[in-house]
Structures are given as structure tokens and as C-alpha cells.
């Protein structure tokens, strides 16, 4: 299920324009060839936000081809990024088109599963002295999000952003009605367990967009190690 009226997505979906060519085209590819980028609605909305926040360091979790980072990256001219990837044709076909975007220096693809990247990089980055995060997106599988949470918070600035991409999951994180697929229970069922979290945290405050397929905004303010 499209978790917005199908003609309201139509709509806003005309409104929307590639940030450059490279993009564009890189969408396309994306598209044909079914692999889940951000939305085009999606898009827009962070496009927004990211120039509002301006962070100067993004972390993110779930590369794919490298479509969302190299927008981050077009978009706000100094921000450098850590993004985590877990499948390696994924991993080399991002490092591959962020070298042909010319952003090499800005975008580190780290090969590997999040929840032990999150601790290495934890590790790697205080060893370096590198300053902590300010913004995080949070774009793997579904039914991992509460372990990247918990794992990218000690990587966080005190009053950073986190982003959470696909949380309605087609709605069918809002009723048992959208899920069709049974295999597919476990990670509604920790979505759910997921949203509730967030939600509730004494640190932080979270809005959930009906954009996309779900995106859920949350602003830390203060401890929260
Ligand atoms: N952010 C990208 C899309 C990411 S799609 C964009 O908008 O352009 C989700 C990606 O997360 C897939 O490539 C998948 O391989 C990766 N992934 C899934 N589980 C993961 C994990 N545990 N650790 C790291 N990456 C993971
Ligand atoms: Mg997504």
C-alpha cells in the first residue's frame, strides 16, 4: 500500500526535480533496475531539512548504490559522510559511482553489518580524535533499526539528528490489513516495537512524517549515553 493517496504522491511526485544530471540519471538507473533508493518525495523533504540542520558530518546506514549520499554530499558542499553497507556488489558498485561523482574524499563506504561497523567505527573515530556525528540516516533492513539506534547514539553529538527512513513500511507497520507476506512478520512486529521506542525516549523528541514510506525525524537534546 502507498501510505499516501496515490494521487497525492502523483502530484507532489510533479513537483520534483533531480538536484543535478548526475543524479537524475543515477535515479533512473536506480529505478530500472529495483534498487530501493529514497523516494522522490522523500528527497525533497530532506532536501529541506539538511539545509536547515547544515550538519557538517552524516553517518548512514544502508549505502545500496550510494544514491542518498551522494545527494547529502551535492547538496551540502562541506558535509563528510560515513555510510555502512553490508552487501558487497552494493558496496562496490557505490564506491564506483561515488569516485565517478568525484566525491571520494567526502563519502567513506564502510563494507560490513552495521551493528558491528557502529562499534569499530566508535572505536576507529575516538582513536583518530574525529568529532562525533550531527546527523544520522538509518536506511537498512526493518527489523534492524532499534540496533542501529542504540548503536549510532555513542557516535552522536549531543543534539543530533536522526533520520529513519521506511518506518510505516507500506503501512504495514499502521495494521496487520497490509501484511500480506507472512515472512515478513518479525520485522513489522520490531518496527512496531521500534516506533514505540522512539518515540517514548526521555532524550529525545520524535515526529513521524507520512512522506515516502514513513520518516521519522527525532532531535536529541541532551544525555543520552
Ligand atoms: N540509502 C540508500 C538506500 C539504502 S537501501 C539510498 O537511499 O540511496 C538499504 C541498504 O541497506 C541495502 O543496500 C542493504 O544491503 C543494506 N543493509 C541491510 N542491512 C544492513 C546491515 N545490517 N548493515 C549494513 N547495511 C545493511
Ligand atoms: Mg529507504
Known amino acids: 500500500m502507498n501510505i499516501v493517496n496515490d494521487k497525492v504522491t502523483e502530484y507532489l511526485e510533479g513537483f520534483y526535480k533531480p538536484l543535478s544530471p548526475f543524479l537524475g540519471s543515477m535515479r533512473m538507473q536506480a529505478e530500472e533496475n529495483h ?4 523516494l522522490k518525495e522523500t528527497e525533497d523533504c530532506m532536501r529541506s531539512y539538511l539545509q536547515i540542520i547544515k550538519p557538517n558530518r552524516i553517518l ?3 549505502t545500496a548504490v550510494g544514491y542518498s549520499s551522494i545527494f547529502f554530499a551535492n547538496l551540502l558542499p562541506e558535509v563528510e559522510i560515513t555510510s555502512l553497507e553490508v552487501n558487497e556488489s552494493m558496496f562496490q558498485t557505490a564506491t564506483k559511482n561515488i569516485k565517478d561523482a568525484g566525491l ?3 563519502i567513506e563506504v564502510l563494507l560490513g553489518d552495521a551493528v558491528e561497523g557502529l562499534v569499530q567505527l566508535k572505536i576507529s573515530r575516538e582513536d ?3 568529532s562525533p556525528y550531527d546527523l544520522v540516516f538509518i536506511d537498512a533492513s526493518k ?3 532499534k540496533e542501529f539506534w542504540d548503536g549510532c547514539l555513542p557516535l552522536c553529538k549531543k543534539d543530533a539528528i536522526i533520520l529513519s527512513d521506511n518506518v510505516l513500511f507500506k503501512g504495514k507497520t499502521v495494521s496487520d490489513e497490509y501484511v500480506t507476506d507472512r515472512r515478513q512478520r ?5 518496527m512496531r516495537e521500534y516506533m514505540e521506542y522512539i518515540t517514548n525516549l526521555a532524550y529525545a523528541d520524535t515526529a513521524v512524517l507520512s512522506v515516502g ?3 521519522a525525524v527525532s532531535v536529541l537534546r541532551g544525555y543520552h549515553e
Open 104 to 106: 571520494e574524499h567526502r
Open 143 to 145: 527489523g534492524h533499526y
Open 128 to 130: 583518530n580524535n574525529q
Open 186 to 190: 518479525t520485522m513489522v512486529r520490531r
Open 35 to 38: 534498487v530501493p533508493i529514497i
Open 60 to 62: 548512514e546506514i544502508g
Open 213 to 215: 514510506d514513513g520518516l
